[in-house]
Structures are given as C-alpha cells and as structure tokens.
C-alpha cells in the first residue's frame, strides 16, 4: 500500500497539472480505476471523468494553485485533509475539506469534497 502522504500529495498534483497527459496520468495513479469524485460544485466517475473534469476546474479558474493546508489524517481506509485556493498573487480564496476512502492498493476509491 502506498503511503498516504504519498497519495494526497499527488492528488493535489493532478488538481494544479496544467498538462493533460501528465494530470491523465496523475489521476490513473491517485485514483481507483472505479473511483468517484463529488463535491457541492462537480461530480465525476472514473479517472477518465476525473481527469476531464478537473481540466474543466482548471479552465474556469486559471492560474489558481491548490495547496494541503492540513493533514493527512487517516485511519482504517479512510482519509481526511484540508487544502486551500489560492489566486496567481498567492492570496487564499477558498478552503476546503476532503474526506476519502482508499482503496487496497493505495488509491483513492471516493473523495467527497465540503467548500468552508
């Protein structure tokens, strides 16, 4: 099992990947071949749907960076973290809460996203 630090820190990767192909292959790697994504904004199934959509994120906010404010906090198969928006200046413009579960070779089977 990969080290969840590991995974989280390459789930936030894929989120600033301006690259398709690299965020492509960002998500097959952090992301179960079965995985959801949901959040009070998007929704996604599988890494294909994943990858697309966060491609979509990326164009509606361009040049934003998300960054791990908090955590990794994770027992049993279950993770929580907190990451935070910020514009090109560096300014904090949103904050949110993911909690996910993981699946047995390491990869995140569901994120389901809260905005603060």
Same mark, same amino acid.
């Given at each position: 099992?990969?080290?969840?630090?590991?995974?989280?820190?390459?789930?936030?990767?894929?989120?600033?990947?301006?690259?398709?192909?690299?965020?492509?292959?960002?998500?097959?790697?952090?992301?179960?071949?079965?995985?959801?994504?949901?959040?009070?904004?998007?929704?996604?199934? +599988?890494?294909?749907?994943?990858?697309?959509?966060?491609? /979509?994120?990326?164009?509606?906010? &361009?040049?934003? @960076?998300? =960054?791990?404010?908090?955590?990794?906090?994770?027992?049993?198969?279950?993770?929580?973290?907190?990451?935070?928006?910020?514009?090109?200046? +560096?300014?904090?413009?949103?904050?949110?809460?993911?909690? /996910?579960?993981?699946?047995?070779? &390491?990869?995140? @089977?569901? =994120?389901?996203?809260?905005?603060?």
């Amino acid at each position: 099992m990969t080290d969840i630090s590991t995974t989280i820190d390459a789930y936030i990767a894929a989120w600033n990947e301006g690259d398709e192909s690299r965020r492509r292959e960002l998500v097959s790697r952090t992301f179960a071949d079965d995985a959801t994504y949901v959040d009070p904004l998007v929704s996604s199934e +599988g890494t294909e749907g994943i990858a697309t959509m966060i491609g /979509a994120v990326q164009q509606q906010y &361009g040049g934003h @960076r998300f =960054v791990l404010a908090a955590g990794p906090d994770a027992h049993h198969d279950c993770v929580r973290f907190t990451w935070q928006l910020k514009d090109p200046g +560096g300014e904090h413009v949103a904050t949110g809460v993911d909690f /996910a579960t993981v699946a047995g070779d &390491g990869r995140l @089977r569901t =994120v389901i996203g809260f905005l603060e």
